[in-house]
């Protein structure tokens, strides 16, 4: 769950306009998506010129997600089921990764194993999408927080904008961590 205030924030900062695609990869309830058309509405776009897309791993959340999408009026969101590092599923018709112009979320903050490395394979050292190999390091499998972050990257377009909610200690965590920050350009 996040607050109210720090969703409405996060939407004000991206500004989505009518016609954009937005995505939450870990969409949660899916209160980012709809805070997301009702700025767009309040601002005088059409919410329904929207392409919002999700994915959530835990069902019984993926439930109340699109029912709460429905009762909103959001028919149209594409929500799905399944973990957004393991399995992607917003693809395109050539499996590569939908890109978006506003990427917003709240991921787990600092998750184990995000990549299923206690499987005994880290998912992320083979990654068909190349979304953790971009920035000089993989994150470390107890802390997953840049590697949601590396996701978000890599489905935002050339001109898109990412709204997160993240830890502190990404700021100031060395090693691998320290490595990420410096190749995406956050010192």
């Known amino acids: 769950y996040t607050p109210r205030s720090v969703v ?3 939407v004000e900062l991206l500004q989505p306009r009518e016609g954009m695609r937005i995505c939450d990869p870990t969409v949660g309830s899916g209160g980012m ?3 997301s058309a009702a700025y767009v509405a309040e601002h005088g776009g059409d919410a329904t010129n929207l392409v919002l897309h999700g994915q959530e791993k835990n069902l ?3 439930g109340i997600c699109k029912l709460n999408l429905l009762l909103h ?3 149209a ?3 799905e089921a399944g973990d957004t590092i393991i399995e992607p599923q917003l693809l395109d ?3 590569r990764l939908l890109t978006y112009d506003r990427v917003i979320a709240n991921p787990p903050f600092s998750l184990k194993d995000w990549d299923g490395s206690s499987s005994g394979q880290r998912f992320a050292d083979q990654d068909p999408h190349h979304r953790f190999d971009r920035y000089g390091a993989v994150p470390p499998k107890t802390r997953g927080d840049l590697g949601f972050l590396q996701h978000m990257v890599a489905t935002t377009n050339s001109t898109g904008m990412i709204g997160v909610v993240m830890p502190h200690g990404i700021l100031f965590r060395g090693g691998t961590e320290e490595t990420i920050r410096r ?3 956050l010192g």
Do not use: E, M, N
């Open 73 to 75: 009026g959001l028919r």
């Open 60 to 62: 019984g959340t993926l």
């Open 33 to 35: 998506l709809i805070y």
């Open 183 to 185: 190749g995406l350009g």
């Open 93 to 95: 018709d050539h499996g």
């Open 77 to 79: 969101a594409r929500i």
């Open 8 to 10: 409405r924030l996060l």
